[in-house]
């Protein structure tokens, strides 16, 4: 069963994120990026649900993905948040407050989104096939972003953390290096996985040198070619290399 959220820590509301955006409010962005989107302010209420109810101490696997998807997180405020997994399967409204600049081709509309995201459909199709209910996998797992913000350029497109110019992405990652290792000290993983080559490769940095197992798993995105054949068999097969399973 989840922790009652009246049970949880003082203050891991959403814990290891409020640091992280107070550093975050202090940067500011030159083109190409155009648009901003952090969905820990204006979706708070989505990610703080969330937090509270499926974030218990400790979890034996941390999954971390990149950066919140248009039509995933920065919906709905939940990692990988594709909106029919959050509203009915997590049952967690977020809750939208306004995002005053937004671009048309990528609105804010929470749970009346009507695009789905596939990496995040992918991804919490598997674990309610495998787990069945949010308890059982979350008894286990938790799954973080290692940025909380989408940049989009003046025509809309997507803007990976890899493609900023390097005088924001410096102190960009020195912020989320921070919180993610904020995050792995108090869920005390036995694994942090990747998903996914760029978050891999900030776990290995952030967390050089702590007492844990860390891997990496296929990205579940369609623009990754492995993951249109076969993605929920070649991570079971990842994760259990890894020797995270027996999954159940």
């Not at 962005?29 to 155009?34: H, R, T, Y």
């Not at 979890?59 to 990988?80: I, S």
């Not at 909380?148 to 953390?161: Q, V």
């Not at 900030?202 to 702590?210: D, H, M, P, S, V």
Request: net charge positive.
């Amino acid at each position: 069963m989840s922790m009652p959220e009246d049970k949880l820590p003082p203050g891991f509301a959403p814990g290891p994120a409020d640091a992280m955006l107070r550093r975050l409010g202090r940067l500011s962005f030159g083109p190409p990026v155009a648009y901003v989107y952090n969905p820990l302010e204006y979706a708070r209420r989505g990610f703080e649900t969330y937090c509270r109810r499926f974030g218990r101490a400790p979890k034996q696997v941390v999954l971390v993905g990149m950066n919140p998807g248009p039509w995933g997180m920065a919906q709905t405020g939940v990692p990988f948040g594709e909106v029919d997994a959050v509203a009915n399967w997590m049952k967690i409204d977020p809750g939208l407050q306004d995002l005053p600049r937004q671009h048309p081709k990528k609105p804010v509309l929470g749970l009346d989104c009507p695009r789905r995201e596939v990496s995040g459909k992918r991804l919490w199709s598997w674990v309610r096939s495998r787990f069945g209910t949010p308890e059982a996998f979350f008894g286990r797992f938790f799954v973080v972003n290692y940025c909380p913000l989408m940049f989009l350029d003046e025509a809309g497109r997507n803007l990976p953390l890899d493609k900023l110019p390097a005088a924001a992405r410096r102190p960009l990652l020195e912020i989320c290096d921070q919180a993610l290792a904020d995050w792995i000290g108090y869920l005390e993983p036995e694994f942090v996985v990747g998903i996914g080559n760029f978050a891999h490769g900030r776990i290995a940095a952030a967390l050089e040198g702590l007492p844990l197992t860390i891997g990496r798993i296929t990205h579940p995105s369609p623009a990754n070619p492995r993951a249109n054949r076969g993605w929920a068999g070649a991570v079971e097969a990842e994760l259990a290399r890894m020797g995270v399973m027996p999954l159940k």
